[in-house]
């Protein structure tokens, strides 16, 4: 009896291992890695940009939080 496998791949996944079937040159590889890496920078950018007009941040903003100190205060412990 076959053991199938309670694992199953997204769509995604299967493209790409279907893209992989064959051999891949190295520098094909890397210069794909760049271009999903860049793919998801430039959507993570995007979003960001989006945030930051829907909560209508600007520079000063930015500011604050540079300058702001939001760190909880160090607590001795006793017996120190």
Known sequence: MAHESQTSLSKAQLDLLALFNRDVAEQDWLEIKRL???YFAQKAMLEADQLWDQQGWSDQT????????KRTPYRQKPGE
């Open 36 to 38: 999903i890496r860049n």
């Open 62 to 69: 930015m500011n604050d939080w540079l300058n702001s100190h």
